[in-house]
């Protein structure tokens, strides 16, 4: 996208009109109007979009094959090499055509890896998948074979059936095939050891069951009412507590309206539910979504990837980030949802219209709930603070994505002419055009990380919109922690909290990792506001209780509340967490360190920090298996 938007620049300047250009911008009003405006541009100039991605393609399929073999003879195999081995599989099952031998050996070579990582029954799955396909008959056996292993892993009722089968397929090789002799040598060997052979299983990681809020909230009906929304001028809409609220207590438990995978991620998790997928499918006409089962690709495909197919490769091939493809997604969404598009106009126009700004976005029965696009519509896009050159480029490219969308799919009835004038005349077209950049301006103020453990980090898995949780405004040292688990966030308070005191997330750096005049700089690029009236210090430099509590009766109270915390440390660092006191313990110093230590305390740094990492490791997780 930046060699377009270079071209384009570069033509504007040759013709004189820069200025006049910047000028007539500045003027416009709507979001449709500067679609319109920037199509009219694209037309002038002769910007015309180009369909480019990635296709099904038998030799890159190989070729990605090839580099997962390198890998897995690789010695010594350790369980990570195992894993990039799988995601090269993964990659080669994408690009193989439907149905193809490639399709076919990708998910063979896939099995030999999850039979390594004691995946035995994704294991079989493969199996049999490349079996159903065009899999040469004289490479059979191995794959029966394999086959047994698993079944006798899992000591299978039908393991006898599977060594019947490998049996068969073992006689019908070549007897100068020199992989018959040692094929026959393993099938004996798990025939003559079956009761004492033992296998490793991978434990299956559960999460532990969402927390239910006691008493909900009459407007947000994901929140407790134990908290409200209030407006003013100085914080905008924002969250205030109704009552007191101990650290530990649930204060929303949200479903996204949307949730959308890193692009990251697609070999290793399911681009439909994003949970981890060792073992994932193709789309049979993309090569960029995959899933964990042919439930959620129907699932994924009747809800936008139907519409997204024809159009992710395209965008990934110009470089579109995660913000573009999910500004698109919510228009699909947004269009799906409504009954019509004359009664989604109307909806825009009541929300950009309501004169309450505590309101805004709020359904007609006086609820803020977040399975309804009305209330992302009533989120902030910040389009006044922008700048002229930061709005054009994102109309520029909202205006590709929608070239993509009304030329390449039927989501306007069948595709429509790629003639950029007839589109400009389109005012079904332009609307949604509008709403994608709309969404341009939206997710980068609103959207949350959706995130999962791997290792000793929280990293992305996927990004999500969360109408109430936007609503919840910034602090360096915030007073909740937003925790994601399977197609929900939850909003845990982390410390005290006083009646009528705000409630704050933290949308950048913890004041503990990153300098004062970053953290400021980050958030006023991003969001707009100032923020970091105190100047607190990093972590390095943070005050012990010790030296910042006088009373020595104090000082014992804290070190008897802190009498478990080193053990606590090395348990969430291990990441085994099954001591049923852990979370009390930890939410019981935060208390007593609230009450008698001023911030910032080095302690409270490290309960909270530790007592994130406990909740984090009851939610997404990435393990990589053991071998």
Not at 255 to 280: F, G, M, Q, R
Not at 436 to 443: C, D, G, K, S, T
Not at 502 to 516: E, G, M, S, V
Not at 536 to 545: E, G, V
Request: charged share 25%.
């Amino acid at each position: 996208m930046e060699k377009v938007l270079n071209t384009l620049n570069r033509k504007i300047i040759a013709a004189n009109k820069h200025q006049d250009m910047i000028n007539k911008y500045k003027a416009l009003y709507t979001d449709e109007e500067r679609v319109i405006f920037s199509l009219n541009v694209m037309l002038e100039y002769n910007i015309i979009p180009q369909v480019s991605g990635d296709i099904k393609n038998a030799k890159e399929s190989e070729k990605l094959r090839e580099e997962g073999n390198k890998l897995f003879v690789s010695t010594p195999l350790k369980n990570h090499t195992c894993v990039n081995a799988l995601k090269l599989y993964t990659k080669s099952i994408a690009y193989a055509p439907y149905p193809s031998e490639q399709l076919a050996l990708a998910y063979a070579n896939r099995s030999a890896v999850l039979l390594k990582l004691h995946k035995y029954e994704l294991c079989i799955q493969d199996i049999d998948r490349a079996l159903a396909l065009k899999y040469p008959d004289n490479l059979r056996a191995k794959l029966y074979v394999r086959k047994v292993e698993c079944l006798n892993a899992l000591r299978h009722p039908c393991l006898e059936d599977g060594i019947n089968e490998a049996q068969y397929w073992l006689e019908k090789m070549s007897i100068d095939d020199i992989n018959r002799k040692k094929l026959n040598e393993k099938l004996n060997s798990i025939n003559h050891n079956l009761v004492s052979q033992k296998f490793k299983k991978q434990d299956i990681l559960k999460q532990l069951p969402l927390p239910k809020i006691q008493t909900h909230n009459s407007e947000v009906p994901c929140a407790s009412d134990a908290v409200t929304i209030k407006y003013n001028e100085e914080y905008g809409r924002h969250i205030v507590a109704t009552r007191k609220i101990r650290p530990g207590e649930v204060i929303a438990v949200e479903k996204p309206y949307s949730l959308i995978l890193t692009p990251d991620n697609v070999h290793t998790h399911c681009s439909n539910c994003l949970e981890v997928s060792w073992a994932n499918i193709p789309c049979e006409y993309c090569t960029y979504s995959m899933y964990c089962s042919e439930e959620c690709k129907a699932m994924d495909w009747k809800k936008y990837h139907d519409v997204e197919c024809a159009i992710f490769p395209s965008m990934l091939k110009m470089n579109f980030v995660k913000l573009d493809l999910f500004s698109l997604r919510l228009a699909i969404q947004a269009v799906r949802e409504a009954t019509s598009m004359q009664e989604l106009r109307k909806e825009l126009k009541e929300v950009d219209n309501c004169d309450d700004p505590r309101i805004k976005g709020f359904s007609k029965n006086g609820t803020f709930p977040s399975n309804k696009y009305r209330s992302l519509l009533g989120l902030v896009t910040n389009t006044e603070k922008r700048s002229v050159q930061d709005l054009f480029r994102r109309s520029l490219d909202a205006s590709f994505i929608l070239y993509f969308l009304a030329t390449g799919t039927n989501m306007f009835g069948s595709p429509l002419s790629k003639d950029l004038s007839m589109l400009i005349k389109n005012a079904d077209v332009t609307f949604v055009g509008g709403l994608i950049l709309r969404h341009q301006q939206l997710i980068p103020s609103n959207i949350h990380s959706f995130s999962e453990e791997y290792g000793l980090e929280a990293v992305e898995r996927g990004v999500a919109a969360m109408p109430f949780f936007s609503l919840i405004n910034h602090s360096c040292n915030p007073n909740i922690l937003r925790h994601s688990r399977s197609e929900y966030m939850i909003i845990y308070a982390m410390y005290p909290i006083k009646e009528g005191e705000q409630l704050c997330d933290n949308y950048t750096q913890h004041y503990a990792i990153t300098p004062k005049a970053v953290r400021q700089k980050e958030l006023l690029k991003q969001y707009y506001f100032k923020s970091c009236e105190e100047d607190w210090p990093l972590y390095h430099n943070l005050k012990s209780f010790r030296n910042l509590v006088k009373k020595k009766e104090d000082q014992n109270k804290i070190n008897h509340a802190l009498r478990k915390f080193n053990r606590y440390v090395d348990i969430a660092t291990e990441g085994n967490i099954s001591d049923k006191h852990i979370l009390n313990d930890l939410l019981k110093m935060i208390e007593v360190l609230f009450e008698l230590a001023p911030m910032p305390c080095e302690e409270m740094n490290n309960v909270v920090e530790t007592l994130k990492r406990v909740y984090d490791l009851n939610g997404n997780r990435f393990e990589i298996p053991e071998l």
